[in-house]
């Protein structure tokens, strides 16, 4: 609870070393008009979140949340004791923190993790919770129920409980999910009797295929999968279970795919020569270039090399893939091939069930380089440009008189062949009139 007439950063709960810029710092930032921003600092990069008005009575405290998911996904949320919540996320590069720094409870070594020490004045901490995972949102969703109802998480509950429901792709139907075998988001599933605070008795798994959600306790509960076409159960359909208050249950669901074989990606890889991210029927296809498929870990498992037509490789097994294109060497600090098919050269979290193909294509468009131009007067007035091109790329210069958006391009001066990476290009301006601007471009 935040309460007004505070002006200053209110620190929640921080684990921060100023020195190397390593931990985490959750505090409240004053927005003006007695209200507040929800800041995380980590590892010294500041995420805002929701905003938190300023409370005036016990009956209006707020209920405040940040989670990390790798591979950096911060996600912060605040609700109200009504159950009205506000949340955002952004992404971070580092993520992973030291545990060397002491921990502090409304109390900061300074404004947003650096500074002369900060005491929270004017800040009520019911309760902080600390877990060595990022949460689900139905996870979080469960720990804010709990609040609700005024149940003791700590301490032994009486009359919940908590039931994680794990859909898995059984790889060897052996009705166990073993280590490499992954999660199965997007599955429905009924709960009897309804699970606390939902509203209805049906939930779906989220990502790594897992949902929690809290129940009533003691009792018994009876879970259905509801079948998807193209699989086949390895556990019983219907799972009864018997909970007792306090209790974590978990309950996994594994089913296998129906469809044989190993999945398999095909890759073309086209000239983009205007840029549009697709291939038009007068772009030709790159052949020779490197793409490289990681698995989930991040090790490569597969290299192909592109040709004039789609490649095609079979993958170990169906999973998450990574599959990227390596650019060719830049030439000096030049680069000449930009990626504009999919943006940076690679398709994150692909994934990739048995017996599935999946095309794709990457488009890549040469980039012209003007490194300098120099007018010259004498003998008669030129202008000399020095490009940076590939070997064997035709380009010319092109003018027009003003920089109007319908004023059209003129072709100026004849067609030049690269053939060395850097060329200069020398053009009369004699006949030029008072004023012209030139690009170059691709013949």
Known sequence: MTRRGQQRPLPVVEKYDPSSRSGYSLYLD?????QFVLKLNLNGSVLTGPVVPASVGTNDWR????????????????????????SNAAMVLSYTTSNQAPLWIGHSVGPAGGGSPVRAARLGVDEVEIFNRGLSPSEVMWVFGMEFMGVRKCATSTGTAQVCIRKFEDLNRNGIMDPDERGLAGWNFVIYPPPLFLGTNLVTTEDGGLVCVAVGAPGTYNIVELAEPGWTNTTPVMQSIHVVPGQVTNVFFGNASEIEGPPRICVTK?????????????EMLLPGWTVQVLDSSGAVVRTLVTSNGPVCVDLPGPGTYTIFEVLPPPLGNWQPWVPTYPPGGGFTNVTINAGQVV?????????LNI?????????????????????????????????????????????????NTLTSIEVSLESLPDQGYFRVVEQ
């Open 63 to 86: 209920f405040v949340a940040a989670g990390v998911i790798p591979p950096g996904m911060v996600v912060m949320g605040v609700a109200d004791m009504q159950g009205n919540w506000s």
């Open 270 to 282: 086209f000239y983009d020569r205007n840029g549009n991210r697709v291939p038009d029927q007068d």
């Open 30 to 34: 004053w927005a003006g008009n007695d």
């Open 371 to 419: 490194l300098d131009a120099v007018v010259r007067p004498d003998p008669i007035p030129r202008l000399v440009l020095r490009v940076a091109a590939v070997p064997g790329t035709t380009i010319r210069l092109q003018y027009r008189e003003r920089l109007d958006a319908g004023a059209p391009w003129q072709d100026w001066g004849d067609p030049v062949t690269i053939t």
């Open 359 to 367: 095309n794709l294509g990457f488009g890549n468009r040469l980039q």
